[in-house]
DNA sequence: ATATATTTTTAGGTTAGTCTAAATTTTTTA
DNA sequence: TAAAAAATTTAGACTAACCTAAAAATATAT
């Protein structure tokens, strides 16, 4: 019994939606994340429901079973690898990677899974600071704190980005603010909440309250 | 105007089966080789025609229009460079990439391609001696012959195969005959046409009619 | 050269995934 | 807590790619 493409994308937003805690998604959620229509989302969310995917009762939101959850990992394992692949093997940049790893990470074959990881070493993070789950499924959330939660004077290690929109990474490399970057808040304006920080030790630069709030950092 | 998966395969597969010369391919063939019945190929040659693809009369067969040729030559260099990283970067044998390779080919990405193709190195064959079409879809076939074109007492280098199922690729391994192997044809039997053959200079080897014409070799 | 066999196309249906419009259920608000 | 608003589902249709069965065109053979 095979997933369809559009199966695992699901399985993928639902997974994503739902959060650690596994809150119910909605259908509207669904229907914007998968760029469809709520009635189709209903159609899909039978056929998930049918094969044992989701749990769903009408109205109520679905959330993922166990084997919903085991197929949605394998399919973000293997997106975040073929993106470390792309970045580190072929040299893409971080904010070119998404889409390609989109279609990659449909490609069936458990094998070609487990030596695309050896050839990339067994990495633990994407380009993007997000966690590559282990060929079990294992996939543990690392708990960074957001930029906005780090207190004035403090100086923190750049691990991750919330949005991944190519535009939001490309005004980030234009600041060099990578990952691995100690990022050090100096000032919170209180007007607007924008923060003027230094980057490795460099001069000042301002980002603003939209910014920090999709950077992902550390306390070293 | 994107191409489905299926057009591109059947695009491939109209190359494959036209050959150099261009030969009309017929709704059987293609049914034949895509699994699907004459009916589902008429359906597809229709929209093929349509796309202005290939050349379609009815009853009369089909060829490759120039702009067909360029798309199905696309998917072979794609399909050419996956089995090329398979087998190189990732240490798949050349027996277990086909199917994957059938899969990847099909990643719509020309920076992909390029990338991919860079960082192997630009290759010029795949890991069955089959040459892979430069970036501007130049695709020289080189003039190899089939084993049982070489007389006997010949010495020739194993360049490709003409067959490329698993079961064959694989008896070949067991054999010691891999890509650049000298062959040295010493006797051919005159009741079944196989051929006593030595491997890089080592003990004499005996293979069947069906080996030898799915051997492509190089005189030295 | 006509009858037979083969190949190909047409006609009409199926499934997956999508849609719009209408109906229904749930939630919010006054 | 009843009316209005929002969310969701149902009903009915569409497209791509496939199918079977029957019809039509081409090829083969006596």
Chains 1, 2 share one sequence.
């Not at 993106?83 to 989109?102: M, R």
Request: proline fraction near 4%.
């Amino acid at each position: 019994m095979q997933n369809s493409f559009t199966e695992e994308n699901y399985l993928k937003i639902i997974h994503a939606l739902s959060g650690r805690d596994g809150i119910e998604v909605s259908t509207n959620a669904l229907a914007e994340s998968t760029s469809t229509r709520a009635a189709s989302v209903t159609d899909m969310l039978r056929k998930l429901a049918e094969k044992g995917l989701i749990h769903y009762k009408k109205y109520q939101g679905v959330t993922l079973t166990d084997s919903g959850e085991k197929v949605a990992i394998k399919v973000i394992r293997k997106h975040r690898l073929w993106e470390v692949f792309l970045v580190e093997k072929l040299g893409f940049g971080w904010d070119e990677v998404h889409d390609i790893a989109e279609e990659l990470e449909h490609i069936p074959s458990e094998v070609l899974v487990e030596k695309l990881d050896a050839f990339l070493g067994h990495p633990k993070f994407d380009p993007h600071g997000d966690p590559i789950p282990d060929a079990k499924g294992n996939l543990t959330e690392p708990d960074y704190l957001v930029l906005t939660d780090v207190q004035v004077g403090e100086k923190v290690l750049m691990m991750g980005v919330l949005d991944h929109a190519p535009s939001f990474l490309q005004h980030l490399d234009r600041s060099g603010i990578t990952l691995g970057a100690v990022i050090e808040v100096q000032e919170i304006n209180e007007y607007d909440k924008s923060a003027s920080v230094r980057i490795n030790g460099g001069p000042t630069l301002f980002i603003s309250l939209e910014v920090s709030k999709n950077l992902l950092v550390q306390r070293r």
